[in-house]
């Protein structure tokens, strides 16, 4: 049974029609890469998918039964990276990190992130706040929540790659590749071309004035 | 002394509440004041001692990488 | 001639001279003002008129004296730093306006107490004590104004010019207070003025605005020191000095 | 649960550490209630009739500018989503986010009551009511304006807009609030008054976190 299912969705946003109609299925192990010009609504269609906004029509089922409804299954499965980054910027990467999982359930100690934030190359920058940071390194510290919630069969990611050097962009293309061939599901957008060697299913949405 | 016992003193010609009151105010405004001076440059200096253990793992860290190649 | 003004090792030679400077002043303040407070309190003689309240000018005429007279340094040195680029000035002026608040709301405090036995009431929009709150207001918006920038070199030019537009305000916020008060004057009794000063009553009060002006004096030298450190945090001369404080434990 | 716990802790250590821009209504608020008697003149008598409608006037329209950073931060760094997609309940978050705002921002105000009540010359009676006045009322501002807060989060002009969303629904705490400190100076019962703001308070207790919830999924598209 697919973890996510979108039958015939259509989405509207200041009154532009943005899709319509859409429908696909993302099975567990799965890399979906939606595609689509700039203004297509891709970003919107991840934020429909995550169930942070109403679609005009259609419905996301998650494991057969609509978002809506299992609101705390799918919340304790899902791990969304939009384009803000859910990361404050008076508190440091630390704090952000140990809030970000209390939030979501998961138990994590200091010195897992700091051993985390070691991986992400950020040492030396844990304790100070996060708007002393530069974009690509407050990414990094947005990154981190893959690492920790380990029970998650769901990430969308929306262009997850930008700003980020090469060295970041292997940390977190190796992430989703172990994360894909664990069983999770990854639906993303991206404004480069994938470099992650793994089967992927494309959705693209065409720009309709 | 002009006042012939401590009680009176304490008294202040009936306006004993006001006198130890604005005084009380003044000094213990001076000393808070003094304080916060003295703490916050305590702070500053345990800043730089943050500063200073930031840096050593840097440099532990670029380390570590350089001898066992490019951490991924 | 002008060498030692170079900007970089200005700010570490300051911090030099405060702490050269800073034993002295708060030792010889604190002992001033102790012994003035207990020649005022006790040995002083009473006021015919005030009975003991007066001793209260003890405390009340020093900060009062005190609170204009930092606010009046505090715009002398944002105008230094304004004018001539100077950035310690900047640094002395955020050191003087926390000093000047406080010594601002004690002169209030104190005033208001030493009204209470003649008007009856704890606050009385007395002219004097009118001025003194809006001074205070005064003070707290060039110390919000500093603390709204994130930028230092930015927050000092800012407070600095509202700290020169506030000292141009002061005499019209003095004046036109003094005559909104004689307008209502129905409602103040007496005026809050000192009492005559026969030379026993005069000597403590002039020991004891000394005291005050010498440890008010040395807080804000100490304060300078914290905004140089603050401004110079990741210097070398700074990071050795932490290291060394550390080592000793805290000489002050 | 827990969850709820530490949103309350990064709250409040947040507010701390922006404790500057904190002060800034509580200094309006003082800011605006000395003014009056520099306007009106300060003979006890006019001052003691205008200040009960005075300090309430000056406490909600500082209250509003305190409630302009309530989900302002969290909204543009993008926490808001991830407390909105965490599963745990928005209307728990948004009572507890509520909470943090009222004990950081508008219960200095009432610390700082009995100051102006001697700015403004209140009887010793006057000022026990306004006390209790603001401690069951000043929670209702706080409620109610996250509300429109959470509406308003969206767009970046919402200054001026919250005032005209909040201003008429605090018309009636208003009234009852100064009626009540009103009939305190006169010496009689001012427990209805106080009844009326208490069930308000109750009502919209019960009722501002779905809606604030509600507003914030709204403000998401």
């Not at chain 2, 016992?5 to 808070?32: C, K």
């Not at chain 3, 009340?60 to 606010?71: D, E, F, N, Q, R």
């Amino acid at each position: 049974m697919s973890v996510l299912s979108v039958n015939n969705l259509s989405v509207v946003k200041r009154d532009r029609l943005l899709f319509s109609k859409v429908k696909f299925n993302v099975v567990a192990g799965s890399l979906t890469y939606l595609r689509g010009v700039n203004g297509a609504g891709k970003t919107s269609m991840l934020r429909v998918l995550a169930g942070l906004v109403e679609p005009e029509s259609g419905e996301v089922l998650f494991q057969g039964e609509k978002i809506q409804d299992c609101r705390n299954d799918y919340a304790l499965s899902l791990v969304y990276f939009g384009h803000k980054l859910g990361v404050n910027q008076t508190l440091t990467a630390v704090e952000n990190i140990l809030f970000w999982c209390d939030l979501h359930q998961v138990i994590a100690t200091t010195e897992q992130v700091y051993k985390i934030l070691a991986q992400l190359s950020l040492v030396g920058l844990e304790d100070i706040p996060v708007a002393n940071l530069s974009a690509g390194q407050q990414r990094r510290v947005a990154l981190a929540r893959f690492w920790f919630k380990k029970n998650a069969k769901l990430w969308i990611l929306d262009e997850p790659f930008t700003a980020l050097d090469v060295q970041g962009i292997a940390l977190l293309n190796q992430q989703i590749k172990t994360f894909l061939e664990k069983g999770g599901a990854v639906v993303m957008t991206s404004h480069q071309s994938l470099q992650i060697e793994y089967p992927t299913t494309e959705v693209t949405l065409e720009y309709n004035i | 002394m002009y006042f012939d016992g401590f009680q009176s003193f304490l008294d202040m010609g009936g306006y004993g509440l006001y006198v130890w009151l604005s005084f009380g105010v003044s000094f213990l405004s001076l000393a808070w004041l003094w304080l916060d001076s003295f703490f916050s440059k305590k702070a500053l200096f345990k800043n730089v001692h943050a500063e200073q253990a930031r840096l050593a793992r840097i440099k532990v860290a670029s380390e570590n990488s350089e001898n066992n190649g490019v951490q991924v | 001639m002008w060498k030692w003004l170079h900007p970089y090792a200005k700010t570490e030679r300051t911090y030099q001279l405060c702490q050269l400077l800073l034993p002295w002043f708060s030792v010889f303040g604190l002992f001033i003002i102790i012994l003035a407070t207990v020649w005022g309190l006790a040995f002083a003689p009473t006021d015919y008129q005030q009975s003991d309240a007066y001793r209260i000018i003890y405390v009340h005429v020093p900060t009062a004296v005190l609170s204009k007279s930092l606010y009046i340094a505090m715009a002398v040195a944002a105008f230094v730093g304004l004018v001539w680029q100077v950035k310690t000035s900047f640094m002395a002026m955020m050191a003087f306006a926390p000093v000047g608040a406080t010594v601002t709301f004690v002169s209030l405090v104190t005033g208001a107490a030493w009204g209470k036995p003649m008007w009856g009431t704890w606050w009385e929009w007395d002219a004097r004590l009118t001025s003194q709150l809006i001074l205070l207001f005064l003070f707290l918006g060039v110390i919000s104004l500093y603390k709204a920038f994130d930028d230092k070199q930015q927050a000092g030019k800012a407070a600095g010019v509202m700290a020169v537009v506030g000292i141009i305000n002061l005499p019209i916020i003095h004046y036109s207070v003094e005559w909104w008060n004689t307008l209502h004057q129905g409602a103040t009794i007496m005026k809050l003025d000192k009492p005559s000063m026969p030379p026993e009553m005069l000597w403590p009060l002039l020991l004891s605005i000394l005291g005050w002006i010498l440890v008010c004096g040395a807080i804000s030298m100490l304060r300078l020191q914290n905004e140089i450190l603050q401004r110079d945090l990741k210097r070398p001369w700074v990071v050795k000095l932490a290291l060394n404080e550390h080592v000793w434990g805290d000489k002050k | 649960m827990q969850a709820l716990v530490s949103l309350l802790k990064r709250d409040l250590s947040l507010a701390y550490r922006q404790r500057a821009e904190l002060m800034q209504p509580l200094l309006f608020f003082v800011l605006v209630i000395s003014l009056f008697p520099l306007g009106v003149g300060p003979e006890p008598k006019t001052l003691q009739l205008i200040g009960p409608g005075v300090i309430w006037v000056a406490a909600i329209l500082s209250s509003l500018l305190g409630l302009e950073r309530l989900f302002r931060d969290d909204f543009s760094d993008g926490s808001l989503e991830q407390l909105i997609l965490s599963g745990t309940s928005l209307s728990g978050a948004s009572l507890v986010k509520v909470f943090a705002h009222w004990v950081t921002s508008i219960f200095p105000l009432i610390i700082l009551s009995p100051l102006l009540a001697l700015f403004l010359h209140l009887t010793e009676p006057m000022y026990w009511a306004l006390l209790k006045t603001l401690l069951l009322g000043t929670p209702l501002l706080s409620l109610i304006g996250a509300i429109a807060v959470g509406l308003t989060v969206g767009l970046n002009k919402g200054g001026m807009l919250l005032a005209l969303l909040l201003l008429p629904v605090f018309v009636p705490l208003l009234i009852f609030a100064t009626s009540a400190v009103e009939a305190a100076s006169m010496g009689l019962q001012y427990n209805a008054q106080l009844a009326i703001i208490g069930a308000m308070l109750l009502f919209s207790l019960a009722l501002a976190p779905f809606a604030i919830a509600y507003a914030l999924r709204v403000s998401q598209n």
